[in-house]
């Protein structure tokens, strides 16, 4: 009996290593991430206060550094200079969809680019929380970069900086006027391999 069970106590440990290997390499990938953000140029005419938001994204790689994602990501900034006497909230809230290059460097932790498409809009939203104005859904773009600094073999932390654009009319006051919203996020994130 005590010898039967020696083999085991090897193959075990050997199992539980190739599992863990075998999920590092997986195809599936997830990732939250949080950051702040920081207007590049005014947004109608008006400058924003720095903001922040929150996102999530699904990987899934089919070369070995390439990757295909899809997320959806929200960020708040505001603005007292849209309508007089106010402060407004400009909710950006929608979609991306893009290629992510990763690159493991001899650390064991990796670098990677992104860039891709937005599907985005604006709510502006007065002091009373009201939706005033909604943009509707528009295209934009957004690259960035980071590392993947490895936690576990499935967790990492990612930190990124990445530039993100789109425009949309902005109707306040019974004024319409184009808008550009413009601006770098600089984050971390919590991914993971499923």
């Known amino acids: 009996m005590r010898c039967?069970?020696?083999?085991?106590?090897?193959?075990?440990?050997?199992?539980?290593?190739?599992?863990?290997?075998g999920l590092s390499q997986s195809r599936w990938s997830g990732e939250l991430t949080g950051d702040?953000?920081?207007?590049?140029?005014?947004?109608a005419g008006a400058d924003l206060r720095t903001g922040g938001g929150f996102g999530v994204n699904a990987r899934y790689r089919f070369q070995p550094h390439l990757s295909a994602y899809a997320g959806w990501?929200?960020?708040?900034?505001?603005?007292?200079?849209?309508?007089?006497?106010?402060?407004l909230d400009l909710n950006d809230t929608g979609y991306?969809?893009?290629?992510?290059?990763?690159?493991?460097l001899a650390s064991g932790t990796a670098v990677w680019g992104r860039a891709g498409g937005l599907y985005n809009h604006i709510e502006?939203?007065?002091?009373?929380?009201?939706?005033?104005?909604?943009t509707g859904h528009g295209l934009g773009w957004e690259a960035g970069t980071g590392f993947t600094i490895p936690l576990t073999a499935r967790?990492?932390?990612?930190?990124?900086v990445r530039y993100r654009t789109f425009s949309r009319d902005v109707t306040l006051a019974g004024?319409?006027?184009?808008?550009?919203?413009?601006?770098?996020?600089?984050?971390?994130?919590?991914?993971?391999?499923?």
């Open 4 to 21: 039967a069970t020696k083999p085991f106590a090897f193959v075990i440990p050997l199992l539980i290593v190739a599992a863990q290997a």
């Open 124 to 134: 502006v939203e007065n002091e009373e929380g009201k939706i005033i104005h909604d």
């Open 36 to 43: 702040a953000a920081f207007a590049t140029q005014t947004l």
């Open 73 to 87: 990501e929200w960020h708040l900034q505001q603005s007292t200079e849209l309508l007089p006497e106010q402060t």
């Open 175 to 194: 004024a319409t006027r184009a808008s550009t919203l413009s601006y770098v996020t600089t984050g971390i994130g919590i991914a993971f391999t499923f």
């Open 155 to 160: 967790l990492g932390l990612t930190p990124s």
């Open 96 to 104: 991306a969809l893009g290629l992510r290059f990763e690159h493991p």
